[in-house]
């Protein structure tokens, strides 16, 4: 399985990048797993956050794999519990999607790239560091593919 996490923002804290690595190496051979990191539009000096956006929603469409599963991160989206989260990797998996999670920038994301998207996700009702949403999404798709696999690393 193929999945892509696409994440507005650069030079995260190294603490961010670790995570983020140590959960991806644990995937194993099964799920491929690529985080692409989208440069951020400057903000100020006539680019108000409208402006910002759109040139991010460019960026991103540019960088979203052919034919994907388009999924967006958003504080208005169904929170799915880490089960419910491995039913969807379980169906996409058998439907041979490649998977495509994108996190916005500071101030969010496009309407109209958050149309083009197959589902709305929210890992928390509360607001989240983006360096945060990028370990806690790898962490349970980790962790969802680990129940998949009957593995001990989630608990009910």
Same mark, same amino acid.
């Not at 599963?69 to 998996?93: C, F, M």
């Given at each position: ?66 034919? *994907? ?47 083009? *998207? ?39």
């Amino acid at each position: 399985m193929n999945i892509t996490v696409l994440a507005v923002g650069t030079k995260m804290p190294r603490w961010v990048d670790e995570a983020v690595n140590e959960y991806a190496k644990r995937f194993g051979r099964d799920v491929h797993y690529t985080l692409k990191e989208i440069k951020p539009e400057k903000r100020g000096a006539g680019v108000n956050a409208a402006q910002g956006m759109a040139a991010e929603e460019k960026r991103i469409l540019e960088a979203v794999p052919a034919n *994907a599963y388009l999924i967006v991160l958003d504080e208005r989206g169904k929170a799915p519990t880490s089960v419910e989260l491995a039913e969807h990797l379980k169906n996409w998996q058998q439907n041979g999607e490649h998977v495509c999670f994108v996190i916005g920038g500071a101030d969010g994301m496009t309407d109209y790239l958050k149309q083009q *998207a197959r589902m709305m996700i929210r890992l928390s009702s509360l607001t989240l560091p983006h360096g945060m949403v990028r370990v806690l999404l790898t962490e349970q798709l980790y962790r969802a593919v680990s129940i998949l696999h009957n593995h001990p690393y989630h608990r009910e």
